[in-house]
T-cell receptor, first 119, second 110 residues
Framework: DSGVTQTPKHLITATGQRVTLRCSPR?????VYWYQQSLDQGLQFLIQ???????AKGNILERFSAQQFPDLHSELNLSSLELGDSALYFC??????????????????FGPGTRLTVL | EDKVVQSPLSLVVHEGDTVTLNCSYE??????LLWYKQEKKAPTFLFML????IEKKSGRLSSILDKKELFSILNITATQTGDSAVYLC??????????FGTGTRLQVFP
């Protein structure tokens, strides 16, 4: 158990709908990352938040957005869902986030993931 | 463009065999190389390598990094069915970012 929690575990919805995925990082971790994993692709980095602020953006669609709240939990919002959005969505956390970094560069701890199925 | 390439894509072996998984990379501002094991769900951390030529070991697993040739290998000796998983290689760059390879699927049969 990594200490990162994600809800829900599974989500089935129809095209055109909107869903929210929730993530709570490990206690004390300030950085939260969101990844998408499709069957035919590896883990694709979507977005990173550090202490409430957006820090880096990856291959995140404009239909997707995220935020990190004062208690450090994060939500990933997916709207106007398409069939191709079906995937596993992982959240990861790490302690660091500042240039010059911590002792453990880049180590991230992953949550169990949310499986999204769009019908 | 930064990229991480893993090979082979898939590997099927019998229990007791030794396997070597490869990871090559082209990433600017390289900081570290990480190996993860992904079974049914979340990737779990195995190793982080930052220095060339220093082997890291954990039981039957070991890994080494070559920063000159830009690759790493993950060795698993005396494989067991519980080693069946997708093994992911990721390269850390910048402050906290990771680029993942597509993984090597290992299946170990009794």
């Amino acid at each position: 158990d990594s200490g990162v929690t994600q809800t829900p575990k599974h989500l089935i919805t129809a095209t055109g709908q909107r869903v929210t995925l929730r993530c709570s990082p490990r206690s004390g971790d300030l950085s939260v990352y969101w990844y998408q994993q499709s069957l035919d692709q590896g883990l694709q980095f979507l977005i990173q938040y550090y202490n409430g602020e957006e820090r880096a953006k990856g291959n995140i669609l404009e239909r997707f957005s995220a935020q990190q709240f004062p208690d450090l939990h994060s939500e990933l919002n997916l709207s106007s869902l398409e069939l191709g959005d079906s995937a596993l969505y992982f959240c990861a956390s790490s302690p660091s986030g500042l240039a010059g970094g911590s002792r453990s560069y880049n180590e991230q701890f992953f949550g169990p993931g949310t499986r999204l199925t769009v019908l | 463009e930064d990229k991480v390439v893993q090979s082979p894509l898939s590997l099927v072996v019998h229990e007791g065999d030794t396997v070597t998984l490869n990871c090559s990379y082209e990433v600017t501002n390289f900081r570290s190389l990480l190996w993860y094991k992904q079974e049914k769900k979340a990737p779990t951390f195995l190793f982080m390598l930052t220095s060339s030529g220093i082997e890291k070991k954990s039981g039957r697993l070991s890994s080494i990094l070559d920063k000159k040739e830009l690759f790493s290998i993950l060795n698993i000796t005396a494989t067991q069915t519980g080693d069946s998983a997708v093994y992911l290689c990721a390269v850390g760059w910048g402050t906290d970012k990771l680029i993942f390879g597509t993984g090597t699927r290992l299946q170990v049969f009794p």
